[in-house]
Structure formats: structure tokens, C-alpha cells
């Protein structure tokens, strides 16, 4: 029986077409979003969200940048996080993973079932806040936002069967042969091979530090200390509690004060401006991206 290489031509056609429609369908929504954004708040409570603004407002934003300091500050207090984050995770699980990839290091079951066994069970959220807060003495720093994601098992596991399955071991034992120690195994020979995962590693803790909100909710007091994510969530917090409450409205009204806030369009700016910045991180990953993910994980 003669054994078929590839696909035929309307297969490849069919394949094309539906992953086509398919980044069309996760593209569309981002276009919506930033269409809203652009459009004006009246519109949108008469005739709804359109992918075409009918009158075309900044509106949403200008409310938005009335403080624009704290934007600007909330940006660079995020950067720092990334940045920091990023490296240090990264850096730290490589040299976690690295050891437990090595045959010839005896302890290597034991610290993998250490990793796995945090996968499956943790000490909870009020344990896990007194650590931070009563003995790390980390509340209301950034540090309290870099720290608890420097390490995840899932990665971990994901590095060690890259370096287990993709690092030549006759590599490793002409370095020692030449003299090279551990540590200028791991940093001149290992880390350069491992572009590939580190780099995916990297792009999703990056996207997990740019996410999240939880972390400032529960530590950060210090508003210059905001994360854009929480920045946003506060200030959408905020445009709903004065538009839900009619007896603010009727106070600020009652003084000669005017409300308007464009609750929907400012949700969507709110959006565009969570979302843009971190599409910027994409094109470098890129190229490493599928190649890590797929020698990364070859075998369990």
C-alpha cells in the first residue's frame, strides 16, 4: 500500500480556509472594541456597538487621560514588573529545571515530585498572604507583584524535558572533559541551545504579569504604586458605582456639578488600552514560539 506523504490540493484549501475564518473570528472582536472606543456614547446606547463608528469621538479617551500622570506612571510601574518578572522567572525555573534533567544528579526524583506536588495542592489564599505580608514583609512594594509568579511547576516540567530531550549529552561531557564547571555548562552552552522554550517560557510569563489585577487588589495601598490592570479596574469600579447610584447623581447635580461618563465607550478604550501595548511583545517572540513549545514537550 502506498503511503501518502502530504494532502491533496483541496484539503490544503479547506485547511486554509478554516483557519483563515478562524483569525478572522478572534481578530473581529478586537476590531469591535477599538471601533466602540472611537465612537460616541450616544450612539451606542441608541443603535448599539457597530464595527463603523457613525460620529467618530475621542471622548472616551480624553475622560481617560484626565489624569494622565498616573497613566503614564501605571505604564511604568507594569514595564518594571515585566521586565524584572520576566528575566527572573525565566532565570530562576532553568535553573531548577536544569539539575532535574541530569541523569547523574541523585536528588532529581525527589525535587521533581517537589514541583509536581504544587501542581496538586497549595496552603490556600490566607496562608499564602501571611507569607508575603507578616514574614516577607513584601505588602505595598512591587516586589509583592514580581514574587509570586516566579515560579510555576507546569514550566519547570516543560524546561527539564526540553534540556532532557534536546541538549546532547556528549555536548555536556566535552565541556566538562575541556573543564568547564556546572555553572559555565549551564551559561555558555545550555541557556544558548535553549532559545527556543526560554523564549516561550518568557512571552507567557510576560503575558501573565501584564494581566494581572489580583496581586495589587491584594497587596498594593500606594496608588503610584498601580498596575495599569488595576488602574483600569479601579477606575471602572468607580464609573459604575456613580452611574448605579442615584443618589450620588442627584448630590453632584444638586451642588451644579454635571455627570458624564461615558460608561460603555470608556470600557471598550479601557480595553484597547489594556491589549495594545503587549501585542508589541508578539513579533519577538514569534520565531521561538512553535519550536519551543513542541521540543519542550516531546515526552512527559
Given at each position: 500500500?502506498?503511503?501518502?506523504?502530504?494532502?491533496?490540493?483541496?484539503?490544503?484549501?479547506?485547511?486554509?480556509?478554516?483557519?483563515a475564518l478562524y483569525s478572522l473570528n478572534c481578530l473581529l472582536p478586537i476590531v469591535l472594541i477599538a471601533?466602540?472606543?472611537?465612537?460616541?456614547?450616544?450612539?451606542?446606547?441608541?443603535?448599539?456597538?457597530?464595527?463603523?463608528?457613525?460620529?467618530?469621538?475621542?471622548?472616551?479617551y480624553k475622560f481617560l487621560f484626565i489624569d494622565w500622570m498616573a497613566i503614564v506612571?501605571?505604564?511604568?510601574?507594569?514595564l518594571f514588573v515585566i521586565v524584572v518578572g520576566t528575566l527572573l522567572s525565566v532565570l530562576m525555573m532553568a535553573c531548577y529545571a536544569y539539575p532535574i534533567s541530569r541523569p547523574d544528579f541523585p536528588h532529581r526524583r525527589v525535587f521533581s515530585f517537589f514541583a509536581i506536588f504544587t501542581m496538586l495542592f497549595n496552603g490556600g489564599l490566607i496562608p499564602w498572604y501571611m507569607v508575603y505580608v507578616n514574614i516577607l514583609h513584601l505588602k505595598d512594594t512591587l516586589w509583592a507583584l514580581i514574587m509570586p509568579f516566579l515560579g510555576s511547576a507546569f514550566w519547570i516540567l516543560v524546561l527539564r524535558t526540553f534540556f532532557q530531550t534536546s541538549i546532547p549529552g556528549p555536548v555536556i561531557e566535552s565541556a566538562r572533559i575541556d573543564g568547564a564547571g556546572?555553572?559555565?555548562?549551564?551559561?555558555?552552552i545550555v541557556l544558548p541551545l535553549s532559545t527556543p522554550v526560554l523564549a516561550s517560557v518568557a512571552l507567557?510569563?510576560?503575558?501573565?504579569y501584564w494581566n494581572d489585577f489580583f496581586l495589587p487588589m491584594v497587596f498594593i495601598v500606594d496608588q503610584e504604586k498601580y498596575t495599569v490592570q488595576y488602574l483600569m479596574y479601579k477606575a471602572l469600579q468607580n464609573i459604575?458605582?456613580?452611574?448605579?447610584?442615584?443618589?450620588?447623581?442627584?448630590?453632584?447635580?444638586?451642588?451644579?456639578?454635571?455627570?458624564?461618563?461615558?460608561?460603555?465607550?470608556?470600557?471598550?478604550?479601557?480595553?484597547?488600552?489594556?491589549?495594545g501595548p503587549i501585542v508589541f511583545a508578539y513579533p519577538f517572540f514569534q520565531r521561538y514560539f512553535v519550536k519551543g513549545l513542541t521540543?519542550?514537550?516531546?515526552?512527559?
Open positions: 500500500m502506498k503511503q501518502v506523504s502530504g494532502t491533496s490540493r483541496a484539503s490544503q484549501i479547506a485547511l486554509n480556509a478554516f483557519f471601533a466602540v472606543s472611537f465612537s460616541s456614547e450616544t450612539d451606542i446606547i441608541r443603535d448599539g456597538y457597530k464595527f463603523i463608528p457613525q460620529n467618530f469621538s475621542l471622548e472616551a506612571r501605571a505604564y511604568g510601574v507594569q556546572e555553572l559555565k555548562t549551564f551559561l555558555s507567557f510569563q510576560t503575558l501573565l459604575q458605582f456613580i452611574a448605579q447610584n442615584p443618589t450620588i447623581a442627584a448630590e453632584i447635580t444638586r451642588s451644579g456639578g454635571v455627570i458624564t461618563l461615558p460608561s460603555e465607550t470608556v470600557r471598550m478604550a479601557m480595553g484597547v488600552m489594556g491589549i521540543l519542550g514537550a516531546v515526552k512527559g
